[in-house]
Structures are given as structure tokens and as C-alpha cells.
T-cell receptor, first 114, second 109 residues
Framework: TAGITQAPTSQILAAGRSMTLRCTQDMRHNAMYWYRQDLGLGLRLIHYSNTAGTTGKGEVPDGYSVSRANTDDFPLTLASAVPSQTSVYFC?????????????FGPGTRLTVL | GQNIDQPTEMTATEGAIVQINCTYQTSGFNGLFWYQQHAGEAPTFLSYNVLDGLEEKGRFSSFLSRSKGYSYLLLKELQMKDSASYLCADMDSNYQLIWGAGTKLIIKP
């Protein structure tokens, strides 16, 4: 099974440009998450969705937007990229988004903003 | 407040035992997770504790003390493939994971 896929694997982006990071899961999980991981810091939640049609803000949502039109897809958009958004981005999903729910991660997208 | 503390780096010898500690201070608590992350890869789930005590799963065990806000991951019979970062995360009252920065474990022959 594919689990969670992310695209692209890596990207170099000019500052000011927009970009959408794609995330697709085939586990029929209700909850999905976007994190960024920076050296020396823990994973930080950007946005999440507990079910299709709903989204919520995490710890670091500024500069990012998400949508959840269906169960499988959870794209993350950077409207106007800045160098501080250089990071590794992980998408994750869990069955229900409630207590004890294990999150499963995609392979990540390495983004460099110049 | 929400804060997760774990050591930045640890070194251990192949075949030995290592204990990685994690302390947390979270408003609301719904369990403590441990994940393993090899360099350049995604985190993968290792364990989940919501009640006090030790959970054993093969060579890996995880312990939780809710009153002390403390957990540890115990790795036995270390193998070179165990070289990775180990991430501690606690689930808060909104069922969101609050992550520590991770402990990089270096295994030496």
C-alpha cells in the first residue's frame, strides 16, 4: 500500500513565488496534518484537518493555507514564499484525530526558498 | 505552557542498552508518543503510553510517569541500524502532538 505520498520530493523556489505542496493518503484516514521540521527544533504543526471539509490552524500557520476538499488530499499552499519558509515539510494522517491516535507520515518535501 | 525536553545527542555502543529521557509540561494530557526518524526520512511510530508504567515491545520499551511528567525510551541490544533520532511527543487536550526537538542517537561498534 502507498500510505501517504507527497510531491514534489524537493524544490527550490524564488522568494515571492507561490507553490503548492501535495499530499495524498489512501488509508481513508479522517485527520491530516502539515508539519515543518527545522534543525534543532521539534516538528511544528502548520495546519490540520480533522475531517474532509474542515481545517484548523496549528502553531505556525502564517504564510500558509490549506484545503480539504475530500478525504484523500490535503494540499499546502505558500502564497508568496519567503526564505524563512525554507524547511522540510511533512504531511501526516491519523484515523480519527482523537486520543491515542497514531500519526503516519509521508516522506517529506524539502523546500528551499532563495 | 507546553514544553518537551529531551537530550540533544547520546552515544552508545553496539550491543549495549541506552535510555532516552523526555520530560513534558502540557496543559492537558492525552498520552506520550515515541517516534524514530532516520536521517533524511520520515518519522515512524514506536510507542504510545497513556497510563503509568512500562510498555515493552521487543527490544524497545517505553515508560511513563504522569505525576512526574516524565517518560523514557529504553533500547536494548543496540544495533547499528538503531542510529537515528528519537522524537518524544505528548498529545495535548486538543489531541494535537507537541514535539520535542529529538535525541540523536549515535551507535558505535
Amino acid at each position: 500500500t502507498a500510505g501517504i505520498t507527497q510531491a514534489p520530493t524537493s524544490q527550490i523556489l524564488a522568494a515571492g513565488r507561490s507553490m503548492t505542496l501535495r499530499c495524498t493518503q489512501d488509508m481513508r484516514h479522517n485527520a491530516m496534518y502539515w508539519y515543518r521540521q527545522d534543525l534543532g527544533l521539534g516538528l511544528r504543526l502548520i495546519h490540520y484537518s480533522n475531517t474532509a471539509g474542515t481545517t484548523g490552524k496549528g502553531e505556525v500557520p502564517d504564510g500558509y493555507s490549506v484545503s480539504r476538499a475530500n478525504t484523500d488530499d490535503f494540499p499546502l499552499t505558500l502564497a508568496s514564499a519567503v526564505p524563512s519558509q525554507t524547511s522540510v515539510y511533512f504531511c501526516a494522517s491519523s484515523a480519527s484525530g482523537s486520543g491515542g491516535d497514531t500519526q503516519y507520515f509521508g516522506p517529506g518535501t524539502r523546500l528551499t526558498v532563495l | 505552557g507546553q514544553n518537551i525536553d529531551q537530550p540533544t545527542e547520546m552515544t552508545a555502543t553496539e550491543g549495549a542498552i541506552v535510555q532516552i529521557n523526555c520530560t513534558y509540561q502540557t496543559s492537558g494530557f492525552n498520552g506520550l508518543f515515541w517516534y524514530q526518524q532516520h536521517a533524511g526520512e520520515a518519522p515512524t511510530f514506536l510507542s504510545y503510553n497513556v497510563l503509568d508504567g512500562l510498555e515493552e515491545k521487543g527490544r524497545f520499551s517505553s515508560f511513563l510517569s504522569r505525576s512526574k511528567g516524565y517518560s523514557y525510551l529504553l533500547l536494548k541490544e543496540l544495533q547499528m541500524k538503531d542510529s537515528a533520532s528519537y522524537l518524544c511527543a505528548d498529545m495535548d487536550s486538543n489531541y494535537q502532538l507537541i514535539w520535542g526537538a529529538g535525541t540523536k542517537l549515535i551507535i558505535k561498534p
